[in-house]
């Protein structure tokens, strides 16, 4: 989804630095291929996206890159269990329509998966709400409420009890706040409310 | 013909007859079989530069190009053919022939059987894709063709989809364009029609009609139309022709013909007839509803781990005879069997048709496809 270039960049790199040299990857929803691209450069990935959207696969395609045009929310059954080192999900999770779903066949198909997603839990965001009444916009969430992809907002804690009631497990936390990464900073009611955009390495 | 500076100029199909008989998949020996081809650009020091193009239904040998300055046409896959285009003939040797069965140069109903000094007729054996792929792998083999990228729309990525697999070591690059591993029942049903059609024609005399005055027109001309109906959608068709009269702006109150879309209808059927055998399009339909991967390898998966290519597929999203849905099980099985493989459904309005008219959009996928095996090499 939309995103800011600088914290795109540094996303990008967070990605980039868990992902070890060599691995077998997938990118849901890997827009124009540009994250995978890098992968595919820098780390020497294997990689496939799957993207919905006709000229990011087309895009993809021109970078080079092995592409499937497809739903994610219709699944994964053509991988098989544990197929690939990492499968990925960035800044895409609060945009499917069956995100429990998406998770779940991520974990099947991924040794390990990565997951971030802007928090809602922010405190500009609840700040938004609380003083202006209406919802929130932000750096990472420039939408209208009627012309949003973003259907399915959580915030940090919401993300741990769902790993919880799941039996998932988290790996790596990364957080993100205007552009500078913490690793674990804060205790959990403060990581909720000061971080931006939140990253995860679960695996079940 | 128009001057173009991308165009591959002023073509001529040869032929090359195949010295020894082919042993077909019903298990006949059969031959002599010649088949008629063409060929754009210049085959490298290694010959492993080749294209084969492998057409549609009713395609020929002529791909690209034109064979008279007069021709006001050019070959059939023109946009995608040339210097600079899609299937670069700067850099790749491109070859295309017309089909087993056809009436385009390679032996077919129509040819002569040398036993009788007559044509075949309904005598020409019961061919199949795999037959076809045979005689066009007899024809690389005598080009000097040692790898190709293989690549063709609707029955065209049927062959394509044959050769990856029977000649797995040959073949580095797959292009699937509107195509499927089999025939719904729904479009075996539209080709059943087409035959009927055919085979209740007055003139048609169970296939000897070749020395008889009159050749069973009608019953191919109702194939045609059929299989346009089946070529277009409800939305290409709405655009092109709506509820419009041709020659009035009201009812003739009659049967002839008053609506657009029957006129273009009947004059798709009529020039069909010019240029098509009624036997080829009963051999070549019945070949296309005999295609099915799954059934022939066990599952389609099986079917692609005998593979070893790259595969690129490419569907329409307007297109219900071979529909994007029948891709994705190309591509899934594909994807089972870990090949590489990449996908796209291109929006566009004109149905099965699409193929042959959405190029731009085509060229961007391909070229790209390509030019990544090249980096490999």
């Known amino acids: ?24 990857i997938l990118d849901l929803g890997c827009g124009n291929g540009t994250l995978l691209k890098m992968l595919a450069d820098k780390k020497h990935c294997s990689a496939i996206g799957i993207d ?21 929310d219709e699944g994964l059954k053509e991988f098989a269990d544990k197929d690939f080192d990492y499968v990925i999900l960035n800044q895409t999770l609060q945009s499917t329509e069956k995100p429990d779903f998406v998770i779940e066949e991520m974990l099947r198909a991924g040794k390990k998966s990565v997951v971030s997603f802007p928090n809602f839990g922010y405190w500009r965001v609840r700040f938004y ?18 012309d949003t ?34 690793k674990n900073p804060f205790n959990r009611i403060l990581t909720n409310l000061l971080c931006e955009e939140a990253l995860f390495v679960i695996e079940k | 013909m128009q001057k173009e500076a991308n165009s591959v100029g002023l073509t001529a199909t040869k032929t090359f007859t195949i010295p020894d008989k082919i042993h077909l998949e019903s298990g006949i020996e059969f031959g002599p079989v010649q088949v008629a081809y063409e060929t754009y650009g210049t085959l490298n020091e ?9 057409h549609a239904l009713t395609g020929d040998a002529h791909a690209a190009g034109y064979h008279d300055e007069k021709d006001k046409k050019p070959g059939w896959w023109d946009d995608m053919v040339g210097p600079g285009k899609a299937f670069d003939t700067d850099k790749y040797f491109v070859i295309s022939s017309n089909m087993l069965g056809g009436c385009s140069g390679t032996t077919g109903p129509c040819s002569i059987n040398p036993d009788t000094g007559k044509p075949y007729g309904l005598s020409f054996p019961v061919i199949t894709i795999e037959d076809a792929v045979k005689v066009q792998k007899r024809l690389v083999e005598f080009l000097g063709v040692k790898r190709l990228i293989v690549a063709g729309g609707s029955m065209g990525g049927m062959q394509a989809l044959e050769w990856s697999i029977s000649n797995a070591d040959m073949v580095s690059a797959v292009i699937i364009i509107a195509s499927t591993s089999r025939l719904s029942a729904q479009g075996i049903a539209f ?21 008889k005055e009159k050749q069973p027109e009608k019953g191919l001309a109702i194939a045609r139309m059929v299989g346009h ?52 399009y009963l051999y070549i339909t019945k070949a296309v509803d005999y295609f099915d991967l799954a059934q022939k390898h066990g599952s389609l998966k099986s079917a692609f781990e005998k593979t070893k290519a790259r595969f690129l597929v490419i569907s329409f999203t307007s297109d219900w005879l071979f529909p994007t849905s029948q891709s994705k099980e190309i591509v899934q099985a594909l994807i089972k069997a870990g090949r590489d493989v990449s996908f796209c459904e291109i929006e566009s309005p004109c149905g099965h048709d699409a193929f042959l008219l959405e190029f731009e959009t085509q060229t961007k996928i391909v070229k790209s496809f390509l030019e990544k095996g090249e980096e490999n090499v």
């Open chain 1, 129 to 146: 709400l609380f003083f202006n009444g209406r919802m929130p916009k932000s750096r990472m969430l420039p939408f209208s409420w009627y």
């Open chain 2, 46 to 54: 290694n010959a492993d530069n080749a294209i084969l193009l492998l």
């Open chain 1, 1 to 24: 989804m939309f995103n800011p270039s600088d914290s795109l960049h540094l996303n990008y790199t967070v990605i980039s630095d868990i992902i070890e040299d060599g691995s077998k």
């Open chain 1, 149 to 182: 992809p973003n259907i399915h907002l959580l915030t940090v804690e919401d993300f741990f009890d769902f790993c919880k009631e799941r039996d998932i497990k988290i790996t790596k936390s990364v957080y993100i706040k205007r552009g500078k990464i913490s």
């Open chain 2, 191 to 211: 080709n059943a029609v087409g035959r009927n059609a055919i085979l209740s024609d007055p003139n048609f005399n169970d296939g000897n009609y070749y020395d």
């Open chain 2, 229 to 280: 109906i089946t070529y277009l959608c409800e939305e290409s068709m709405h655009k092109k022709f709506g509820r419009r009269f041709q020659y009035s702006d009201r009812p003739n109150f009659d049967f002839n013909i008053d609506f657009q879309v029957e006129s273009y209808l009947e004059h798709q059927g009529r020039t069909f007839v010019d240029r098509f055998d009624a036997n080829s």
């Open chain 1, 52 to 72: 919905i959207n006709q000229n990011n696969v087309i895009e993809c395609i021109q970078k080079g890159l092995s592409v499937i045009q497809g739903d994610i």
